[in-house]
Protein backbone atom coordinates (compact mmCIF):
# COMPACT_ATOMS: atom_id res chain seq x y z
CA UNK A 1 0.00 0.00 0.00
CA UNK A 2 1.51 3.63 -0.88
CA UNK A 3 1.51 6.36 1.81
CA UNK A 4 -1.35 7.72 2.12
CA UNK A 5 -2.11 11.10 0.94
CA UNK A 6 -3.87 13.42 3.58
CA UNK A 7 -5.85 16.22 2.67
CA UNK A 8 -3.79 19.31 4.18
CA UNK A 9 -5.46 21.13 7.45
CA UNK A 10 -5.17 24.41 5.24
CA UNK A 11 -7.82 22.83 2.29
CA UNK A 12 -10.32 21.64 4.64
CA UNK A 13 -10.09 25.17 6.81
CA UNK A 14 -10.91 26.34 3.15
CA UNK A 15 -13.90 24.35 2.70
CA UNK A 16 -15.26 25.24 5.80
CA UNK A 17 -14.71 28.98 5.33
CA UNK A 18 -16.94 28.20 2.88
CA UNK A 19 -19.41 26.68 4.09
CA UNK A 20 -19.91 29.17 6.91
CA UNK A 21 -19.87 31.79 4.04
CA UNK A 22 -23.14 29.45 2.21
CA UNK A 23 -24.36 29.70 5.76
CA UNK A 24 -24.22 33.52 5.80
CA UNK A 25 -26.09 34.08 2.72
CA UNK A 26 -29.10 31.38 3.50
CA UNK A 27 -29.70 33.08 7.01
CA UNK A 28 -33.32 32.69 8.13
CA UNK A 29 -34.30 31.33 4.49
CA UNK A 30 -35.18 27.76 6.21
CA UNK A 31 -33.54 25.79 2.95
CA UNK A 32 -33.96 22.43 3.49
CA UNK A 33 -31.55 18.82 1.72
CA UNK A 34 -32.52 15.67 0.90
CA UNK A 35 -29.76 13.06 -0.06
CA UNK A 36 -30.69 9.65 -2.29
CA UNK A 37 -27.69 7.50 -1.41
CA UNK A 38 -26.84 4.14 -3.53
CA UNK A 39 -24.88 1.35 -3.15
CA UNK A 40 -23.04 0.26 -0.25
CA UNK A 41 -22.24 1.19 3.27
CA UNK A 42 -19.24 3.47 2.13
CA UNK A 43 -21.93 5.34 0.03
CA UNK A 44 -23.78 5.72 2.80
CA UNK A 45 -21.74 6.85 5.05
CA UNK A 46 -20.37 9.48 2.55
CA UNK A 47 -23.55 10.75 2.40
CA UNK A 48 -23.67 11.23 6.20
CA UNK A 49 -20.31 13.92 5.18
CA UNK A 50 -22.21 15.54 2.48
CA UNK A 51 -25.29 15.52 5.55
CA UNK A 52 -22.50 17.23 7.74
CA UNK A 53 -21.69 19.62 5.16
CA UNK A 54 -24.85 20.57 4.39
CA UNK A 55 -26.12 21.52 8.16
CA UNK A 56 -22.85 23.29 7.92
CA UNK A 57 -23.78 25.32 5.33
CA UNK A 58 -27.27 26.11 7.26
CA UNK A 59 -29.73 23.45 5.36
CA UNK A 60 -31.55 21.26 7.23
CA UNK A 61 -32.71 17.88 6.41
CA UNK A 62 -36.15 17.86 4.41
CA UNK A 63 -38.72 15.86 5.43
CA UNK A 64 -39.51 14.75 2.51
CA UNK A 65 -37.95 15.21 -1.51
CA UNK A 66 -40.52 16.99 -2.92
CA UNK A 67 -40.34 19.66 -0.46
CA UNK A 68 -36.26 20.24 -0.56
CA UNK A 69 -34.46 22.93 -2.14
CA UNK A 70 -31.30 20.73 -2.98
CA UNK A 71 -31.43 17.15 -4.15
CA UNK A 72 -28.66 15.18 -4.17
CA UNK A 73 -28.27 12.25 -5.82
CA UNK A 74 -24.35 9.86 -4.20
CA UNK A 75 -24.62 7.18 -6.58
CA UNK A 76 -23.05 3.93 -7.21
CA UNK A 77 -21.90 2.22 -10.48
CA UNK A 78 -21.27 -1.68 -9.19
CA UNK A 79 -23.72 -2.82 -11.58
CA UNK A 80 -25.45 -1.53 -14.12
CA UNK A 81 -28.72 -2.12 -12.37
CA UNK A 82 -27.84 0.66 -9.93
CA UNK A 83 -26.92 3.07 -12.76
CA UNK A 84 -29.93 2.90 -14.47
CA UNK A 85 -31.94 3.69 -11.57
CA UNK A 86 -30.16 6.70 -11.05
CA UNK A 87 -30.61 8.18 -14.58
CA UNK A 88 -34.66 7.42 -14.40
CA UNK A 89 -34.53 9.25 -10.87
CA UNK A 90 -33.01 12.39 -12.30
CA UNK A 91 -34.66 12.60 -15.25
CA UNK A 92 -37.85 12.95 -13.72
CA UNK A 93 -36.45 15.92 -11.66
CA UNK A 94 -36.79 18.49 -14.65
CA UNK A 95 -40.65 18.99 -14.46
CA UNK A 96 -39.82 20.28 -10.84
CA UNK A 97 -37.13 22.24 -12.06
CA UNK A 98 -38.80 23.84 -14.82
CA UNK A 99 -41.56 24.64 -12.29
CA UNK A 100 -39.05 25.76 -10.27
CA UNK A 101 -35.98 27.19 -10.92
CA UNK A 102 -34.91 27.84 -7.44
CA UNK A 103 -34.31 24.11 -7.11
CA UNK A 104 -30.65 22.66 -7.13
CA UNK A 105 -29.69 19.49 -8.07
CA UNK A 106 -26.43 17.71 -7.34
CA UNK A 107 -25.02 14.23 -8.40
CA UNK A 108 -21.86 13.23 -7.11
CA UNK A 109 -20.25 9.16 -6.08
CA UNK A 110 -18.73 6.88 -8.21
CA UNK A 111 -20.72 6.89 -11.40
CA UNK A 112 -19.53 10.27 -11.46
CA UNK A 113 -15.86 9.22 -11.33
CA UNK A 114 -16.44 6.50 -14.12
CA UNK A 115 -14.42 7.66 -17.24
CA UNK A 116 -16.46 10.17 -18.96
CA UNK A 117 -19.69 9.60 -16.99
CA UNK A 118 -19.54 13.15 -14.74
CA UNK A 119 -18.87 15.04 -18.35
CA UNK A 120 -21.44 13.14 -20.27
CA UNK A 121 -24.31 13.49 -17.52
CA UNK A 122 -23.45 17.11 -17.25
CA UNK A 123 -24.19 17.65 -20.61
CA UNK A 124 -27.44 15.40 -20.56
CA UNK A 125 -28.89 16.65 -17.96
CA UNK A 126 -28.65 20.61 -18.36
CA UNK A 127 -30.61 21.24 -15.44
CA UNK A 128 -28.08 19.42 -13.08
CA UNK A 129 -26.59 22.40 -11.01
CA UNK A 130 -23.44 20.35 -9.46
CA UNK A 131 -21.81 17.37 -10.09
CA UNK A 132 -18.53 16.14 -8.83
CA UNK A 133 -16.45 12.61 -8.36
CA UNK A 134 -15.01 10.68 -5.08
CA UNK A 135 -12.08 12.80 -5.00
CA UNK A 136 -14.03 16.03 -4.43
CA UNK A 137 -16.11 15.21 -0.95
CA UNK A 138 -14.35 17.31 1.05
CA UNK A 139 -14.67 20.33 -1.47
CA UNK A 140 -18.15 20.31 -1.52
CA UNK A 141 -19.37 23.41 0.22
CA UNK A 142 -16.71 25.19 -2.51
CA UNK A 143 -18.22 23.93 -5.32
CA UNK A 144 -21.91 24.13 -3.39
CA UNK A 145 -20.96 27.99 -3.22
CA UNK A 146 -20.24 28.22 -6.42
CA UNK A 147 -23.68 26.50 -7.87
CA UNK A 148 -25.74 28.31 -5.54
CA UNK A 149 -24.16 31.73 -7.07
CA UNK A 150 -26.01 30.09 -10.45
CA UNK A 151 -22.51 28.78 -11.39
CA UNK A 152 -22.92 25.32 -13.15
CA UNK A 153 -20.27 23.02 -11.69
CA UNK A 154 -18.71 20.10 -12.76
CA UNK A 155 -16.01 18.92 -10.96
CA UNK A 156 -14.39 15.16 -11.76
CA UNK A 157 -10.23 14.78 -11.22
CA UNK A 158 -8.30 11.28 -12.19
CA UNK A 159 -6.44 10.65 -9.32
CA UNK A 160 -4.84 8.28 -6.60
CA UNK A 161 -7.11 9.36 -4.17
CA UNK A 162 -6.26 11.22 -0.57
CA UNK A 163 -7.96 11.16 2.87
CA UNK A 164 -9.71 14.06 4.31
CA UNK A 165 -9.89 14.15 8.29
CA UNK A 166 -12.04 16.28 10.46
CA UNK A 167 -15.39 16.70 7.77
CA UNK A 168 -18.52 17.24 9.65
CA UNK A 169 -20.95 14.13 9.97
CA UNK A 170 -24.55 14.17 10.39
CA UNK A 171 -25.35 10.26 11.37
CA UNK A 172 -28.44 8.69 10.16
CA UNK A 173 -28.55 6.46 13.77
CA UNK A 174 -27.70 7.66 17.02
CA UNK A 175 -26.93 3.91 18.40
CA UNK A 176 -25.19 2.29 15.49
CA UNK A 177 -22.48 4.11 13.08
CA UNK A 178 -20.17 3.50 10.91
CA UNK A 179 -16.03 5.01 10.57
CA UNK A 180 -13.87 4.50 7.27
CA UNK A 181 -10.42 2.56 8.14
CA UNK A 182 -9.62 2.21 4.51
CA UNK A 183 -10.42 4.17 1.52
CA UNK A 184 -10.00 2.52 -2.07
CA UNK A 185 -9.13 -0.41 -3.25
CA UNK A 186 -5.80 -2.33 -4.97
CA UNK A 187 -7.27 -5.69 -5.54
CA UNK A 188 -8.13 -5.46 -8.88
CA UNK A 189 -10.75 -8.24 -8.83
CA UNK A 190 -11.51 -9.11 -12.51
CA UNK A 191 -15.21 -7.86 -12.68
CA UNK A 192 -14.71 -5.19 -10.15
CA UNK A 193 -15.17 -1.56 -11.04
CA UNK A 194 -14.13 -0.16 -7.57
CA UNK A 195 -10.80 0.03 -7.77
CA UNK A 196 -11.27 2.55 -10.50
CA UNK A 197 -13.55 5.06 -9.15
CA UNK A 198 -12.41 4.70 -5.18
CA UNK A 199 -8.68 4.89 -6.30
CA UNK A 200 -5.74 3.29 -4.26
CA UNK A 201 -6.03 1.51 -1.41
CA UNK A 202 -4.79 3.66 1.62
CA UNK A 203 -5.45 3.67 5.52
CA UNK A 204 -6.35 5.98 8.16
CA UNK A 205 -3.75 6.52 11.20
CA UNK A 206 -4.61 4.54 13.93
CA UNK A 207 -5.22 7.19 16.73
CA UNK A 208 -7.66 9.48 14.34
CA UNK A 209 -9.58 6.08 14.06
CA UNK A 210 -9.58 5.85 18.00
CA UNK A 211 -10.31 8.94 19.01
CA UNK A 212 -13.21 9.24 16.33
CA UNK A 213 -14.86 5.51 17.68
CA UNK A 214 -13.95 6.87 21.54
CA UNK A 215 -16.31 9.96 20.15
CA UNK A 216 -19.34 8.10 19.23
CA UNK A 217 -19.07 5.83 22.21
CA UNK A 218 -18.95 8.46 24.54
CA UNK A 219 -21.86 9.80 22.61
CA UNK A 220 -24.16 7.34 23.33
CA UNK A 221 -23.14 5.16 20.36
CA UNK A 222 -23.45 1.56 21.55
CA UNK A 223 -22.51 -0.57 18.01
CA UNK A 224 -19.66 1.12 15.19
CA UNK A 225 -18.65 -0.74 12.25
CA UNK A 226 -15.13 -0.17 10.84
CA UNK A 227 -15.49 0.34 6.93
CA UNK A 228 -13.29 -0.98 4.25
CA UNK A 229 -13.19 -2.16 0.85
CA UNK A 230 -10.75 -5.00 2.71
CA UNK A 231 -11.01 -4.03 6.32
CA UNK A 232 -7.58 -6.85 6.44
CA UNK A 233 -5.33 -5.10 4.48
CA UNK A 234 -5.41 -1.99 7.21
CA UNK A 235 -1.67 -1.19 7.11
CA UNK A 236 -1.43 0.66 10.42
CA UNK A 237 1.24 3.60 11.64
CA UNK A 238 3.47 3.98 14.50
CA UNK A 239 0.74 3.14 16.92
CA UNK A 240 -0.40 -0.54 15.36
CA UNK A 241 0.67 -2.85 12.77
CA UNK A 242 -2.46 -4.16 11.20
CA UNK A 243 -5.59 -4.98 11.17
CA UNK A 244 -5.64 -7.45 14.37
CA UNK A 245 -3.98 -4.69 16.04
CA UNK A 246 -6.32 -2.37 15.06
CA UNK A 247 -9.11 -4.28 17.02
CA UNK A 248 -7.73 -4.73 19.96
CA UNK A 249 -6.50 -1.01 20.04
CA UNK A 250 -10.04 -0.05 19.50
CA UNK A 251 -11.34 -2.59 21.69
CA UNK A 252 -9.26 -1.62 24.61
CA UNK A 253 -8.99 2.33 24.06
CA UNK A 254 -13.20 2.18 24.19
CA UNK A 255 -14.30 0.59 26.75
CA UNK A 256 -17.92 2.18 26.41
CA UNK A 257 -18.50 0.71 23.14
CA UNK A 258 -20.22 -2.12 23.16
CA UNK A 259 -20.01 -3.99 20.07
CA UNK A 260 -17.44 -3.91 17.54
CA UNK A 261 -18.13 -4.74 13.76
CA UNK A 262 -16.04 -4.64 10.56
CA UNK A 263 -16.72 -5.38 7.19
CA UNK A 264 -15.23 -6.22 4.14
CA UNK A 265 -13.06 -9.04 4.53
CA UNK A 266 -11.52 -10.50 1.66
CA UNK A 267 -10.52 -14.20 2.26
CA UNK A 268 -7.02 -13.57 0.37
CA UNK A 269 -5.85 -11.65 3.47
CA UNK A 270 -7.71 -13.46 6.22
CA UNK A 271 -5.12 -13.80 8.65
CA UNK A 272 -4.86 -16.13 12.17
CA UNK A 273 -4.46 -13.01 13.95
CA UNK A 274 -7.59 -11.43 13.12
CA UNK A 275 -9.20 -15.23 14.26
CA UNK A 276 -7.62 -14.84 17.31
CA UNK A 277 -8.92 -11.21 17.90
CA UNK A 278 -12.42 -12.11 17.08
CA UNK A 279 -12.06 -15.21 19.38
CA UNK A 280 -10.29 -13.01 22.33
CA UNK A 281 -12.12 -9.79 22.11
CA UNK A 282 -15.66 -10.01 24.09
CA UNK A 283 -17.52 -6.55 22.39
CA UNK A 284 -16.03 -7.46 19.04
CA UNK A 285 -19.08 -9.16 17.42
CA UNK A 286 -19.10 -12.63 16.23
CA UNK A 287 -19.73 -12.42 12.70
CA UNK A 288 -17.42 -11.87 9.55
CA UNK A 289 -18.58 -11.41 5.65
CA UNK A 290 -16.73 -12.86 3.81
CA UNK A 291 -17.48 -12.44 0.12
CA UNK A 292 -16.41 -15.59 -2.11
CA UNK A 293 -18.11 -14.67 -4.98
CA UNK A 294 -18.03 -18.16 -6.49
CA UNK A 295 -17.35 -21.70 -5.17
CA UNK A 296 -15.21 -22.56 -8.27
CA UNK A 297 -11.55 -22.48 -8.30
CA UNK A 298 -11.55 -21.90 -11.77
CA UNK A 299 -13.94 -19.30 -12.20
CA UNK A 300 -12.28 -17.39 -8.65
CA UNK A 301 -8.95 -17.52 -10.70
CA UNK A 302 -10.49 -15.60 -13.73
CA UNK A 303 -12.25 -13.28 -10.79
CA UNK A 304 -8.41 -12.31 -9.77
CA UNK A 305 -9.55 -13.33 -6.55
CA UNK A 306 -5.96 -14.85 -5.24
CA UNK A 307 -8.04 -18.01 -2.96
CA UNK A 308 -9.23 -21.20 -4.42
CA UNK A 309 -11.88 -23.05 -3.06
CA UNK A 310 -10.16 -25.43 -0.64
CA UNK A 311 -8.50 -22.78 1.02
CA UNK A 312 -12.07 -20.39 1.44
CA UNK A 313 -13.52 -23.71 3.06
CA UNK A 314 -10.37 -23.83 5.17
CA UNK A 315 -10.33 -20.54 6.98
CA UNK A 316 -14.39 -20.81 7.76
CA UNK A 317 -13.40 -24.04 9.70
CA UNK A 318 -10.50 -22.20 11.36
CA UNK A 319 -12.96 -19.64 12.12
CA UNK A 320 -15.66 -21.96 13.46
CA UNK A 321 -12.96 -24.05 15.12
CA UNK A 322 -11.74 -20.38 17.14
CA UNK A 323 -15.03 -18.55 17.11
CA UNK A 324 -18.10 -21.14 17.87
CA UNK A 325 -20.48 -18.73 18.31
CA UNK A 326 -19.94 -17.70 14.92
CA UNK A 327 -21.96 -16.74 11.91
CA UNK A 328 -21.13 -15.75 8.35
CA UNK A 329 -22.38 -13.88 5.69
CA UNK A 330 -21.18 -13.72 2.31
CA UNK A 331 -21.36 -12.00 -1.57
CA UNK A 332 -21.98 -14.41 -4.59
CA UNK A 333 -22.19 -13.51 -8.29
CA UNK A 334 -23.22 -15.56 -11.01
CA UNK A 335 -22.94 -15.72 -14.08
CA UNK A 336 -19.20 -14.94 -14.37
CA UNK A 337 -18.05 -14.79 -18.16
CA UNK A 338 -16.71 -18.79 -18.97
CA UNK A 339 -19.13 -20.13 -15.47
CA UNK A 340 -20.61 -23.38 -16.83
CA UNK A 341 -23.20 -25.82 -15.26
CA UNK A 342 -20.49 -27.45 -13.36
CA UNK A 343 -18.87 -24.63 -11.87
CA UNK A 344 -21.91 -23.03 -10.68
CA UNK A 345 -22.80 -26.73 -8.92
CA UNK A 346 -19.77 -25.70 -7.09
CA UNK A 347 -21.47 -22.48 -5.90
CA UNK A 348 -23.90 -24.36 -4.62
CA UNK A 349 -22.39 -27.10 -2.71
CA UNK A 350 -20.20 -24.66 -1.33
CA UNK A 351 -23.10 -22.62 -0.04
CA UNK A 352 -24.61 -25.54 1.23
CA UNK A 353 -21.09 -26.42 2.92
CA UNK A 354 -20.48 -22.92 4.31
CA UNK A 355 -24.21 -22.25 5.96
CA UNK A 356 -24.47 -19.16 5.38
CA UNK A 357 -26.45 -16.88 7.39
CA UNK A 358 -27.34 -14.55 4.47
CA UNK A 359 -25.77 -14.32 1.11
CA UNK A 360 -25.69 -11.26 -1.11
CA UNK A 361 -25.94 -12.39 -4.73
CA UNK A 362 -25.68 -11.03 -7.77
CA UNK A 363 -25.70 -11.60 -11.70
CA UNK A 364 -22.74 -10.74 -13.16
CA UNK A 365 -22.88 -7.26 -14.64
CA UNK A 366 -20.14 -6.07 -17.56
CA UNK A 367 -18.25 -2.74 -16.38
CA UNK A 368 -16.83 -0.75 -18.98
CA UNK A 369 -12.58 -0.60 -18.35
CA UNK A 370 -12.40 -3.90 -16.24
CA UNK A 371 -11.12 -6.95 -17.38
CA UNK A 372 -13.94 -8.94 -16.90
CA UNK A 373 -15.80 -7.26 -19.28
CA UNK A 374 -13.80 -8.33 -22.66
CA UNK A 375 -13.21 -11.64 -21.55
CA UNK A 376 -15.10 -14.49 -23.91
CA UNK A 377 -17.89 -16.64 -23.29
CA UNK A 378 -20.15 -13.79 -21.63
CA UNK A 379 -23.41 -15.48 -20.10
CA UNK A 380 -26.42 -15.33 -21.63
CA UNK A 381 -29.10 -13.17 -19.37
CA UNK A 382 -31.67 -15.85 -18.68
CA UNK A 383 -28.50 -17.93 -17.76
CA UNK A 384 -28.00 -15.41 -15.04
CA UNK A 385 -31.30 -15.73 -13.59
CA UNK A 386 -31.83 -19.22 -13.78
CA UNK A 387 -29.02 -19.47 -12.03
CA UNK A 388 -29.70 -16.34 -9.76
CA UNK A 389 -33.06 -18.24 -8.96
CA UNK A 390 -31.75 -21.46 -8.33
CA UNK A 391 -28.84 -20.24 -6.07
CA UNK A 392 -31.79 -18.33 -3.70
CA UNK A 393 -33.32 -21.00 -3.47
CA UNK A 394 -30.75 -23.44 -1.83
CA UNK A 395 -29.48 -20.40 0.35
CA UNK A 396 -32.74 -20.28 1.45
CA UNK A 397 -33.33 -24.15 2.63
CA UNK A 398 -29.67 -23.74 4.08
CA UNK A 399 -30.68 -20.65 6.24
CA UNK A 400 -34.40 -22.18 7.50
CA UNK A 401 -32.43 -25.53 8.81
CA UNK A 402 -29.88 -23.39 9.93
CA UNK A 403 -32.08 -21.20 11.83
CA UNK A 404 -33.51 -24.01 14.07
CA UNK A 405 -30.75 -24.49 16.22
CA UNK A 406 -31.47 -21.30 17.78
CA UNK A 407 -34.76 -22.27 19.03
CA UNK A 408 -34.56 -22.38 22.78
CA UNK A 409 -31.34 -19.96 23.00
CA UNK A 410 -31.00 -16.78 24.46
CA UNK A 411 -29.26 -13.54 22.98
CA UNK A 412 -28.83 -10.33 23.71
CA UNK A 413 -29.92 -7.41 20.65
CA UNK A 414 -29.29 -3.87 20.05
CA UNK A 415 -32.92 -2.34 18.92
CA UNK A 416 -32.60 -1.10 15.65
CA UNK A 417 -36.85 -0.59 15.10
CA UNK A 418 -39.88 -1.57 14.81
CA UNK A 419 -42.51 -3.08 12.88
CA UNK A 420 -45.98 -1.70 12.77
CA UNK A 421 -47.47 -3.99 9.91
CA UNK A 422 -49.66 -5.66 12.53
CA UNK A 423 -48.93 -5.98 16.44
CA UNK A 424 -46.10 -3.65 16.87
CA UNK A 425 -43.39 -6.08 16.80
CA UNK A 426 -39.53 -4.87 17.73
CA UNK A 427 -36.10 -6.08 15.59
CA UNK A 428 -32.44 -6.02 16.18
CA UNK A 429 -29.59 -8.06 15.34
CA UNK A 430 -27.53 -10.49 17.43
CA UNK A 431 -23.70 -9.73 17.57
CA UNK A 432 -23.40 -12.50 15.45
CA UNK A 433 -25.51 -10.53 12.87
CA UNK A 434 -28.98 -13.08 12.79
CA UNK A 435 -31.44 -10.54 13.48
CA UNK A 436 -34.32 -11.56 15.68
CA UNK A 437 -38.37 -9.56 15.61
CA UNK A 438 -39.79 -9.69 18.62
CA UNK A 439 -43.02 -8.48 20.19
CA UNK A 440 -41.87 -4.28 21.32
CA UNK A 441 -42.50 -1.09 20.73
CA UNK A 442 -41.11 2.25 19.61
CA UNK A 443 -39.62 2.74 23.50
CA UNK A 444 -37.15 -0.03 22.73
CA UNK A 445 -35.36 1.84 19.55
CA UNK A 446 -31.50 2.30 20.43
CA UNK A 447 -31.09 0.13 23.66
CA UNK A 448 -29.71 -3.43 23.90
CA UNK A 449 -31.87 -6.05 25.16
CA UNK A 450 -32.32 -10.00 26.09
CA UNK A 451 -34.22 -12.18 24.32
CA UNK A 452 -35.34 -15.67 23.94
CA UNK A 453 -35.31 -17.25 20.60
CA UNK A 454 -38.99 -18.60 20.23
CA UNK A 455 -38.97 -19.63 16.23
CA UNK A 456 -37.75 -18.46 13.17
CA UNK A 457 -39.65 -16.75 9.84
CA UNK A 458 -38.48 -15.72 6.40
CA UNK A 459 -34.70 -15.00 7.38
CA UNK A 460 -35.61 -13.89 10.73
CA UNK A 461 -35.49 -15.25 13.84
CA UNK A 462 -38.58 -15.09 16.79
CA UNK A 463 -38.24 -14.46 19.76
CA UNK A 464 -39.39 -12.63 23.40
CA UNK A 465 -38.02 -10.48 25.52
CA UNK A 466 -36.80 -12.24 28.83
N1 LIG B 1 -21.40 -7.58 -11.31
C1 LIG B 1 -22.11 -8.16 -10.31
N2 LIG B 1 -21.78 -8.06 -9.02
C2 LIG B 1 -20.69 -7.34 -8.70
N3 LIG B 1 -20.12 -7.08 -7.52
C3 LIG B 1 -19.04 -6.29 -7.73
N4 LIG B 1 -18.90 -6.05 -9.05
C4 LIG B 1 -19.90 -6.70 -9.67
C5 LIG B 1 -20.30 -6.85 -11.03
N5 LIG B 1 -19.61 -6.29 -12.02
C6 LIG B 1 -20.62 -7.60 -6.25
C7 LIG B 1 -19.55 -8.45 -5.55
C8 LIG B 1 -19.12 -7.57 -4.42
C9 LIG B 1 -20.39 -6.82 -4.11
C10 LIG B 1 -20.20 -5.58 -3.33
O1 LIG B 1 -20.94 -6.53 -5.38
O2 LIG B 1 -20.17 -9.63 -5.07
O3 LIG B 1 -18.65 -8.30 -3.31
FE1 LIG C 1 -14.09 -4.81 -5.84
FE2 LIG C 1 -12.50 -6.91 -5.27
FE3 LIG C 1 -11.89 -4.44 -4.31
FE4 LIG C 1 -14.02 -5.76 -3.32
S1 LIG C 1 -11.85 -6.42 -3.16
S2 LIG C 1 -13.94 -3.59 -3.96
S3 LIG C 1 -14.77 -6.86 -5.13
S4 LIG C 1 -11.90 -5.07 -6.47
Same mark, same amino acid.
Given at each position: ?????????????????????????????????????????????????????????GYTKAEDKSKADFIIFNTCCIREHAEQRVYGNIGALKKRKDENPQLMIGVCGCMMQQKDSGRKLFKRFPFVDIVFGTNELHRFPLLFEEAYHGERTLQVRDMDGEIAEGLPVCRNSTFSTFTNITYGCNNFCSYCIVPYVRGRERSRNSMDIVNEVKGLALAGFKEVTLLGQNVNSYKGDGETTDFPALLR??????????????MTSHPKDLSSGLIDAM?????????????????? @? #?? =???? &??? !????????? %??????????????????????GETEADFKETLSLVEQVGYSAAYTFMYSPR???????MPDQIPDEVKHDR???????? @? #?? =???? &??? !????????? %????????????????????????????SLVGSMRNVKITGSQNNSLIGELV
Open positions: MKEPVFVSPAEIAASKAAAKRVKDEVYGLGLTYHIESYGCQMNEHDSEKIAGMMEDMMVHDQVPELKRIRFAELPRVCKHIHLPVQSGS @S #RI =LKLM &NRC !YTREKYIEE %VQQLREKVPEIELTTDIIVGFPKGTVAATLERLNEVQ @S #RV =LRNG &NMK !YIGTYGEVL %VEGCDHRSEPMAYGKLSNFKMVYFPGDD
